[in-house]
């Protein structure tokens, strides 16, 4: 099969979350009309695509991960036409447009579970949903010990009005997400035409949310141990083999429109051989490369973590996906600047703080290095710039149900949601017109604004650009990987096509080789320093 047409083997995506990136309103939330301001910055930045977080009209128990309509815009991002002109004006720059699909749960102010709740148990309404009797004497205890991954317990029990107790609804995240059942038709024929939908409104793709959650075990076991999304350990609710009957059937909806339309698949999978599964040629065509994301700063691991995942995924012929932040896990610019740099969950005030200079060194190297890699590239938004978490945000600004579901144990993600910095001088950092914020951004982001960084030599913004442009200039997105040796134990060495890449993670500097530097995510001479990454064109 010819790959000549194929974007997203190499595509470089840009996700935005867009109630954190541009407010066109003045009301302190961005929104799609502030998205397409934007779109200049993004093209001149050199990504190929951009994929939005959710703009569906939600309550926004979950940040818009709680869908009531999958067709309609929330007010809170404009009207449901922008997302039309979006898609439009994005294409005629010549950028790919992605969206999130949540097929896992909706909100319950949806519809269908509107229908359902108001329906009989055994009823075609409730069958959409996973509904289930309860244990005990008068069914007063869940049907299992299943867990949400936000904290607490994963089943909710219904009330009639006039109190009486009835059936219990599975939600895997919050109380005002039910997951849907995904054994029945009436669901797959109803995101069959969620698919269509969008398809013929222009979508390049989808980013499927909870990829690996649709399907549950058989019978609804009880867990054996705590599982968590993010986690290593699979439990009975995840990474279900009658998952991928699904996406084989989406595959062939995708199939139906023109041009190469593709699916990207979010599932924390922790068995490599398992998550090429996801990317089959009859399936989804990427699959985030959660492994790189969590990989601790240390060379070994990374080269690992590179070598085992595009085997994996060379097995089934898909395309190696890497990623280092998105709108779940602490920035990189912060997490690189921890003791354990694995550790992906956020920090609040009273804890121990990251070192975000440390942290900004290794990003920029980590950043390098992924962007030197064959295959596609996601990044989010900020991480061009530079951005730190938030791990000073006060409590009283949390909205992330993770922190009251836990009992304020996790600060959760909302660290990682902060406006976008775009005006050092302006109101708000120049998010919003009014200088609104619906998160308060830290000091730190006024110095790291784009205005201080876009075509200045050095910055962060900078170094991003120059790597996009060289990718593409040299194909090193249908590159191939070899190893290069002679570097030591803590230098990530390989090179691809033209370009030689090292990067030092934790060693004594290292002498560089005969060549043309290309480039450098610092200052370089004749050595390269630890905690760097170097582009160089063999000579």
């Known amino acids: 099969m010819s790959t000549q047409n194929q974007w997203w083997r190499n595509a470089v995506i840009y996700q935005i979350y867009p109630r954190s990136f541009a407010d066109a309103s003045g009301d302190g939330y961005g929104d799609l009309p502030g998205v397409m301001d934007r779109l200049p910055y993004l093209k001149d930045l050199g990504v190929d695509a ?27 991002f404009g009207e449901t036409a922008d997302a039309y002109s979006l898609i439009s004006e994005a294409h005629d720059k010549g950028l790919k447009v992605f969206i999130d699909l949540v097929p896992n749960h909706t909100s319950d102010e949806h519809e269908w579970f509107r229908a359902a709740v108001a329906s009989a148990p055994g009823s075609p309404e409730r069958a959409m949903y996973m509904f289930r009797d309860g244990r005990g004497t008068d069914g007063e205890l869940p049907p299992n010990n299943w867990s949400s991954v936000f904290g607490g317990p994963g089943w909710t029990r219904l009330h009639r009005p006039d109190g009486t107790p009835e059936q219990w609804y599975l939600h895997l995240f919050d109380i005002k997400q039910p997951d849907l059942d995904w054994t029945n038709e009436r669901v797959r024929v109803a995101f069959d035409d969620v698919l269509r939908h969008w398809l013929e409104a222009g979508v390049d793709g989808f980013r499927v949310d909870v990829a690996h959650g649709l399907v ?11 599982t ?67 990989a601790p700063w240390d060379a070994a691991t990374y080269r690992r973590v590179i070598t085992d995942s595009m085997a994996a995924n060379d097995a089934v012929g898909a395309p190696t996906t890497w990623v280092l932040s998105n709108h779940d896990v602490m920035r990189h610019a912060s997490r690189l600047g921890r003791i354990d740099t694995s550790d992906r969950n956020g920090a609040g005030p009273g804890e121990p703080q990251p070192d975000n200079a440390l942290g900004l060194r290794r990003a920029r190297a980590a950043s390098l290095m992924m962007l030197a890699l064959p295959g596609s590239a996601y990044l989010y938004q900020g991480e061009e710039l530079g951005l730190p978490e938030h791990t000073t945000l006060p409590h009283e600004y949390r909205q992330d149900p993770v922190w ?24 708000g950092l120049g998010f919003s017109p009014t200088g609104e914020t619906w998160l308060p951004q830290p000091e730190s982001y006024r110095g790291l604004a784009a205005d201080q960084q876009v075509g200045v030599p050095g910055s962060t913004w900078s170094l991003y650009r120059d790597a996009l442009s060289a990718r593409k200039s040299m194909a090193l997105g249908d590159g191939a990987l070899e190893w290069v040796g002679g570097f030591g134990d803590d230098v990530v060495a390989f090179t691809n096509g033209e370009v030689t890449v090292l990067t030092n993670v934790s060693g004594s500097p290292v002498s560089l080789p005969d060549g043309e530097v290309l480039l450098a995510s610092t200052a370089v001479d004749r050595e390269l320093p630890r905690d760097a990454t170097i582009w160089m064109k063999r000579s």
């Open 228 to 294: 968590e999304l993010l986690g290593t350990n699979m439990g009975p609710m995840w990474d279900q083999d009658g998952v991928h009957e699904i996406y084989r059937r989406w595959h062939r909806i995708l199939g139906e429109y023109d041009g190469e339309r593709a699916l990207t698949a979010e599932a924390w999978v922790p068995d490599l051989d398992r998550l090429a599964r996801y990317v089959r040629p009859d399936e989804m065509q990427q699959a985030f490369n959660f492994d790189f994301l969590t």
């Open 216 to 226: 549950k075990e058989k019978g609804l076991p009880d867990q054996e141990e705590v």
């Open 50 to 76: 951009l994929w939005l977080s959710p703009f569906y009209l939600s309550p926004m128990a979950d940040g818009g991960y709680d869908v009531a309509d999958y067709t309609v815009v929330d007010p809170l």
């Open 404 to 427: 009251e579901r836990s009992n304020h144990e996790q600060v959760g993600r909302d660290g990682c949601r902060i406006p976008m910095p775009w005006s050092a001088d302006a109101p």
